[in-house]
């Protein structure tokens, strides 16, 4: 049943909550095994591997150590969902890294993990992967030239709209795009890989001669090539985020994990070897985009659907991320650090439409300003800081708290990996070229202060914000829900 009869012991942050002692709504279980596979690759396969390869190849210098990075980013991500399963299994909510801080370090570093997600990073991502979907979409429109921005914006706004309108319609229906994208997209990047292997099969192997030739060892151009490649992989945490709408999440989590990310994996490092196959090491660098030119090479009258691939590939990764984006919003607004409207389910969909709606907002916002390309440069610092908090607090509970009830065990040196790996990626680009940028974003997450102790520490909400929640409720058709933390 979705609805439940509950008391209202568990929300005390509703101030409009108008069920005191009746039924309450909560978001369904329907993320299966399959939908949560497709959500964890259908994440990660965005537009990364069909653009990333030429600058870890870049950075690195060689094509092996390149292979190497793309072997060890996915390494990491495995390392890094194997500890997060762990955490999902204890602590049985969704919201991912935000739900793991707050009940692990309390409110404050809680709100400022939301506060830079949910109005900087989360919308930020967002916004350039449908802009990079809006780019390959309109390509073909315009052969021979660039673009105009204003078509590329309004197609990624666009895009946006309708990912909303599906979000909030129906979960089921968002899971399924997702499913219907994610296989596409693997049948794309399989295309590449078996034109790949019959390159090689024809003795195409000049690539993988003296292959570690000109190798680059600076500290600060792993870390940057790592950067590169982990852009592909980002997604791999995504399953934490809707833990509460999964099946049986204690088996669907650590199971749609180990499944996905292997996966993803041995088809980055094909894809990876089918590129070098097709292109030498200096043709792979000049390539502005690296699928486009293996497609003209291999594909000939074909090469079209290359780009149509990585349309497709790109939309459902936007699916994907907005899917899961939404949730940290709903999930922080149910805990207090959010206005309540935005912790409400539509009462038919059961979906958290004011967040997605919200998330939606702020994504045409960065769309429109167009200034937002220095912070997706700077997305992965911010990410990988607030990751090594999440992995500490998991070794803090396994350390000080190994009674605590929970279905799966990643082994303690795997936790410790990641948390290393995460200082590392911190640390290195700081160490290495310090920027100004890095400084804002730094001042931009403390920033959080001014508005945690007044909104949240002491709670003076000035009382219209209630009758502007009471009739947001009305006119958008919502109401509060409970948690379903089993």
Known sequence: STMR???TTDSPHSSTDLSEGKEKLRLKQEVGLISAVSLIAGTMIGSGIFMSPE???HHMGSPASSLLIWAACGLLAMFGALSYAELGTIIKESGGEYIYILRIFGSFPAF????????????AGLAAVCLSFAEYAVAPFYPGCSSPQVVIKCTAAACILLLTIINCLNVKLAT??????????????????VGGLVLLAKGQTQSFQNAFQNTTAGIGAV???????LWSYDGWNNLNYVTEELKKPEVTLPRAVMIAIPLVTCLYLLVNVSYLAAMTPSELLSSGAVAVTWGDKVLGSWAWLISLSVALSTFGSSNGTFFSGGRVCYIAAREGHMPDILSMAHVRCLTPSPALLFTSAMSLIMIISGSFTSIVNFFSFIAWFFYGMTISGLLYLKIKKPELPRSYKVPIIIPIIVLIAAVYLVLAPIIDQPQFEILYIVLFIFSGVILYFPLVRFKCHPRFLQRVTLHLQLFLEVAPTTRDAN
């Open 5 to 7: 009869k509950r008391k």
């Open 55 to 57: 600058w870890v190849l």
């Open 112 to 123: 400022l993990f939301t506060y830079t997600s949910v109005i900087l990073v989360r919308p």
């Open 176 to 193: 399924s795009v997702m499913n219907i994208f994610t296989a596409a997209k693997l049948l794309a990047l399989l295309v590449i890989v």
């Open 223 to 229: 870390g940057v090539a790592f950067y590169q490649g």
